[in-house]
């Protein structure tokens, strides 16, 4: 176990105090507190949802908190947007990257903030760049900012980021600016990720980090200390020296399971055939090698960490993305031409996890969603023209059927509440007469009573003689709603068992295979 | 995560048109795109008709390409920040024929101030697309028209003419032997815009909004006020082109418009400034407008049909416009 | 919410009849002559072309895109088939429309294959088809003697109704019929209300928007036709007005620019509003170059009035 640097008592150079932040519907945060100290690696843990984005958003400026105290180097701290945060020495590097790619690097490190290079409105480009090149060779970073910064890789850019930090503070004459990484490690590679902590661990010296990842083992190395967030709420602080990654998951999850709220009572026991068959599916840099079979009447639920591949293997077999190798078969038979409109054809449909882009149209009324994908099978009269009376008809049985709450059929989508829309969104794939639904993270971002009502749903259309395929984040649906498990990690299948109700595993088992 | 999803449905078309734009769309060939045009242009009308090159045809060249110089730089200022100002062209006719009006009406001096009416609708431009909010290209389709309007209006239809020789030096005397004034005061003012687009933050956060409007905006950049300012400043090269171009042919007229305009994008857009923005600069359009030039006046020593001139310049712009543009930073093309 | 709802939906249709109706009573206030069955029957004449290339724009519209060529379409298959009428007589118009229906898929295609914003490639359609029209005719009107052609436009039919009246109602009912009971209408709207979400539910998108830019180039074309029967010639430039004409007839009709919303049965409020408005201001003696600024104005109001800005995260 690496010795991790002694320090002493130490200043706090952040501390956050009782911060609540909600958005509509949700609670992203719920009274919590944290303190980084001078130079230390702070890192936070948590699921999808947990509030760790959102708190490193507020920290930075970006979202105002709903109550809370912030307080930098011990003085108290409200930032207005994030340029007034920078100004305190607060930088965040991006996920999707927070530079100009068409800029040169040292434009695009002093964006916005040239007012020392400038005399009478004119920029001073030769000294601008002087700094830029004094900034990178104190960093140790090969990066030449006479460049444009779309020549750089994604993971040079991060690094041109943090050099943001570095240089903005020096001309700010502030001492140490506070860093936050929010999930750096997503888009890198392995001999990438090494580079990162490395240069994070030498800049500690001269800066404070807050690091978030999804990935345990990635905290527990570059990490001092490590805060765990489950649900909005901050539950657990660890010194990471002799801490395990089954440690941190067995506070991050570990939720009492709740049998009947995934109405286990109503899972068929009895599965039919295999169905429908995914052979060596493989796709570089996402998956590789799946093979899955899903019998009729059966809930086959798919998991695994963000970025494990569940997500692309999901739309490859729904036909939206292209796979390299392998083969998919229904009822037997090879499909030879994979593409969405084929597959629902072949009575294969797709719930997408992004329902406000791709699930519903919210500009759209409500039977007009419903029976989109519908349409090419309705006919007026043995024309392919559109049957209003039908469509309507249609609309009004799932309405009553999903109970889903709308002041019309004929309201838009977007005045309807998470939980509704999410219910439209299956009504529309239901009404299509399928085989076959695919479903990624059907209940995200919708609250507890919505997600009972789908789970029936759910549960009906099996009823029905439906097969379905279950992409969760959610462990806990994961357990309740499946038949069988499959947990992917990296691209490849770790482990697949059974499910039936009267023996459910337990997160911590799955989470075993995840990580 | 969501964002790189792209349906695919096998389209052989699809994927072999993308497959010749990819070739075009690697960075340095946009960037060596203008100068081959040049060459192989300058080339092939030489062939046809050695007068080309001659040195009366290079002044006169030169001369007729100042105007298409100042609107284009005027052009790309909007473009840059990835709007697009479709009234320069309308602009420039309107400053010129109130410029003609003061000059036959009030005296010479007069002239100076109607660049203050190109400098007002570009200021109007910027002005609604901050405060209503508007894609630009509506707004200068709508204020094209006004312009238009107006132009007609004033000049009733037909083109002013007046007599002014100490005006009329302004474009067409010379203080270089041979070389047209009208050349030495667009370049200087070419070089002057040129120089704020590379030197000061104006030019640099144009680049920055059109690129990445969000980070620019995260970073702290006012992208409102400066979205005024280069409305503004394009209206102000619309106003200088408009006097010049009255200097150089001693009459305004409100006809000529819709070709200057599509003549000024597509300069810009060869010269390596797309029209999505966010890439390129000013100093860039210099040699897009050289094309163009190149171009018209090959193709008319050439005794090519004016109406064919149309639409052999139609269908480059186009051509130069699908192999140019940064596809990437458009996910639905609208 | 529900209030909210309802209340734009309904204003979208008062809000332009009311205009209509302070229009008429103003205008017809000032000059009697406004009021009267043959200025009625004026206003249909002045308006049935724009009527019918609206109809095409409402489409392109409807699904977030826009035509700027459409005037030069009209130009071009006006020109083109008064050369035609000698051989042909009336089949003239299917010269017209073929020649629309082709420039429309070259847009078409061009935008959806080339990835070209569709304002970008309908602008620089618009002086190709000029400049060929201009080669065609050789820059000068092309004069339409034949009696049976212009009684397509100019004849009557039905009483005393203008024919080219006609053909326009007929056009706005047939593609108002498109627009809400077919297959194409419905996907037009839901692509111009969520592309990505129409994408991941199997809808044809790039067929469509070919579809829909043909569509429009074919009744750019048909309007060039019976304009040129109506004007008993083909003039160059003589569709340039319907190109803003067109958008702000859709727009003030309450298509909004965002696409999504509206559709053809609404573009006759706006018809009816932009022709009562020169009518009007003819009969007050109205510069006509003032006329052009003023509907400048009135476009970007009405565009104003109609977009939906919480559809446009960055306004370019």
Redesign the interface.
């Given at each position: 176990m690496e010795e991790k640097k002694g320090k002493a008592m130490q200043e706090n150079i952040l501390k956050a105090e009782d911060i609540t932040k909600s958005f509509p519907g949700v609670i992203a945060l719920d009274s919590v507190s944290i303190e980084v100290k001078q130079g230390e690696i702070v890192g936070i843990a948590g699921e999808n949802g947990a509030g760790k984005s959102t708190l490193l958003n507020i920290i930075a400026g970006?979202y105002q908190p709903d109550s809370g105290r912030l307080y930098l180097r011990s003085e108290p701290y409200s930032p207005l947007?994030?340029?007034?945060a920078?100004k305190h020495g607060v930088f965040m590097v991006f996920q999707e990257q927070?530079?100009?790619?068409?800029?040169y690097v040292y434009?695009n490190l002093f964006?916005?903030n040239?007012e020392n290079f400038?005399t009478n409105?004119?920029?001073n480009?030769k000294k601008m760049i002087g700094e830029a090149v004094e900034a990178m060779a104190s960093l140790n970073l090969k990066i030449d900012p006479t460049k444009l910064t779309w020549n750089y890789s994604f993971h040079e850019r991060q690094m041109i980021e943090i050099s943001k930090a570095f240089t903005l503070t020096k001309i700010l004459k502030i001492e140490m600016p506070l860093i936050l990484l929010d999930e750096p490690t997503s888009g890198l590679s392995d001999a990438e990720i090494e580079i990162l902590f490395n240069k994070v661990k030498e800049y500690s010296e001269r800066a404070s980090f807050i690091f978030i990842s999804h990935r345990l083992s990635e905290l527990i190395t570059l990490c001092d200390r490590l805060y765990i967030f489950k649900d909005g709420r901050n539950i657990k602080s660890l010194n990471t020296v002799r801490t395990t990654e089954e440690d941190i998951h067995e506070y991050m999850v570990g939720r009492k399971r709740e049998s009947k709220f995934y109405r286990e009572n109503l899972q068929i026991t009895k599965t039919g055939e295999e169905i429908f068959t995914v052979d060596n599916l493989s796709k570089s840099g996402e998956f590789s090698d799946v093979t899955l079979g899903l019998r009729r009447r059966e809930i086959l639920g798919i998991g695994g960490v963000v970025g494990c591949g569940k997500?692309e293997l999901g739309?490859c077999i729904a036909g939206?993305?292209?796979f390299d190798r392998g083969s998919i078969a229904i009822d037997g038979n090879t499909i030879h031409?994979v593409?969405?409109?084929n597959m629902?054809r072949k009575g294969v449909g797709?719930v997408?996890?992004?329902r406000k882009?791709?699930?519903?149209?919210?500009?759209?009324a409500v039977n007009?969603n419903i029976t989109?994908?519908s349409?090419?099978d309705i006919k007026?009269w043995g024309l392919?023209?559109?049957n209003?009376k039908k469509e309507n008809d249609i609309t009004r049985t799932f309405i009553s059927k999903f109970r889903i709450k709308t002041?019309?059929i004929t309201?838009?989508c977007y005045?309807l509440s998470g939980g509704n829309q999410q219910k439209v969104l299956m009504a529309?794939w239901v009404a299509k007469n399928l085989k076959v639904i695919i479903l990624d993270n059907p209940t995200r971002g919708i609250d507890v009573g919505a997600k009972e009502e789908i789970y029936t749903i759910l549960r009906e259309l099996i009823g029905q003689g439906l097969s379905l395929i279950l992409i969760t984040d959610d462990l806990l649906e994961l357990i309740g709603l499946s038949n069988r498990i499959i947990i992917m990690k990296d691209g490849v299948i770790t482990n697949e068992f059974d499910s039936p109700p009267d023996n459910k595993t337990t997160e911590n088992e799955l989470v075993k295979f995840m990580v | 995560m969501f964002e790189k999803i792209k349906i695919h449905n096998n389209s052989a078309m699809q994927k072999i048109i993308d497959t010749i734009l990819r070739f075009f769309k690697r960075r340095k060939f946009v960037e060596i795109l203008p100068y081959m045009l040049l060459l192989v242009l300058i080339i092939s009308f030489y062939l046809i008709t050695p007068i080309f090159l001659s040195r009366d045809n290079i002044l006169v060249l030169l001369a007729q390409g100042m105007v298409l110089l100042l609107v284009s730089t005027a052009a790309t200022f909007p473009i840059l920040m990835g709007s697009i100002d479709l009234s320069v062209a309308a602009n420039t006719t309107l400053s010129g024929i109130m410029a003609a009006l003061f000059i036959s009406n009030i005296g010479v001096y007069a002239a100076f101030p109607a660049v203050l009416v190109g400098v007002g609708f570009g200021f109007l431009n910027g002005i609604v697309s901050v405060y209503f909010k508007l894609p630009s290209f509506i707004i200068t389709l709508g204020t094209m028209s006004i312009m238009d309007g107006t132009g007609l209006l004033l000049s009733e239809g037909s083109p002013i003419w007046f007599q002014n020789d100490a005006f009329t030096w302004i474009a067409k005397g010379s203080i270089f032997g041979g070389l047209q004034n009208i050349v030495v005061w667009s370049v200087l003012a070419y070089i002057f815009f040129s120089f704020i687009g590379s030197y000061t933050r104006f030019g640099r956060y144009l680049v920055a909004i059109g690129g990445a409007e969000k980070i620019a905006k995260l970073s702290g950049i006012n992208v409102e006020k400066y979205r005024i300012l280069a409305f503004t400043f394009t209206g102000l090269l619309c106003g200088i082109a408009g006097i010049l171009q009255i200097s150089r042919v001693e009459s305004a007229s409100p006809h000529f418009g819709a070709k200057l305009l599509m003549e000024a994008i597509a300069a810009v857009v060869i010269g390596g400034t797309p029209v999505s923005g966010g890439v390129g600069g000013i100093h860039r359009t210099f040699i897009g407008v050289l094309v163009i030039t190149v171009l018209s006046n090959g193709l008319d020593v050439s005794l090519v049909h004016p109406y064919l001139q149309l639409i052999i310049k139609g269908a480059v712009v186009l051509s130069a416009v699908v192999l140019t543009l940064d596809r990437s930073k458009l996910a639905l093309v609208k | 919410m529900l209030e909210h709802l309802s209340k734009r939906k309904t204003l979208g249709v008062v809000i332009p009849l009311v205009f209509i109706f302070i229009l008429v009573l103003l205008f017809g206030s000032i000059n009697p002559r406004f009021l009267s069955i043959a200025n009625l029957y004026n206003l249909i004449r002045q308006t049935s072309v724009l009527m019918i290339v609206a109809i095409g724009a409402t489409f392109v519209i409807l699904m977030g895109s826009i035509d700027l060529s459409v005037g030069a379409i009209v130009t071009i298959s006006g020109i083109v088939s008064a050369l035609f009428v000698p051989r042909l007589g009336t089949g003239a118009i299917i010269v017209g429309v073929a020649i629309g229906g082709l420039a429309g898929t070259i847009n078409g295609t061009v935008y959806v294959y080339g990835r070209v914003p569709s304002f970008l490639v309908t602008l620089a359609m618009g002086p190709i088809l000029e400049g060929a029209a201009l080669m065609i005719c050789k820059g000068s009107p092309v004069v339409i003697k034949n009696m049976d052609f212009l009684k397509i436009a100019s004849g009557k039919l039905i009483g005393n109704f203008p024919n080219i009246g006609i053909w326009a109602l007929l056009i706005y009912c047939f593609f108002t019929f498109i627009a809400f009971r077919t297959r194409y209408g419905r996907y037009v709207f839901t692509i111009g209300a969520g592309e990505k979400a129409a994408q991941f539910s199997g809808v044809s998108v790039k067929r469509i928007k070919i579809m829909t830019y043909f569509l429009s180039g074919f009744l750019s074309g048909l309007a060039g036709v019976l304009f040129s029967a109506r004007c008993q010639s083909g003039t160059p430039r003589m569709g340039e007005p319907f190109i803003l004409d067109s958008i702000a007839a859709t727009v003030v009709g309450g298509t909004a620019l965002t696409g999504g919303s509206g559709g053809p049965h609404r573009t006759i409020l706006g018809v009816i509003i932009m022709g009562i408005l020169s009518n009007g201001m003819n009969l007050l003696n109205v510069h006509p170059h003032v006329q052009i600024i003023i509907k400048g104005v009135v476009t970007i109001l009405a565009v104003t009035a109609t977009l939906d800005r919480s559809r446009l995260e960055f306004v370019k």
């Open positions: 970006i947007n994030y340029q007034h920078n927070g530079l100009v790619p068409s800029l434009e964006l916005a040239e400038i409105g004119v920029l480009k997500t739309l939206i993305e292209k031409k593409t969405l409109k629902m797709y997408p996890g992004d882009n791709e699930g519903i149209i919210g500009y759209l007009w989109l994908p349409i090419p007026l392919p023209l559109l209003i002041p019309r309201s838009m005045s529309k | - | -």
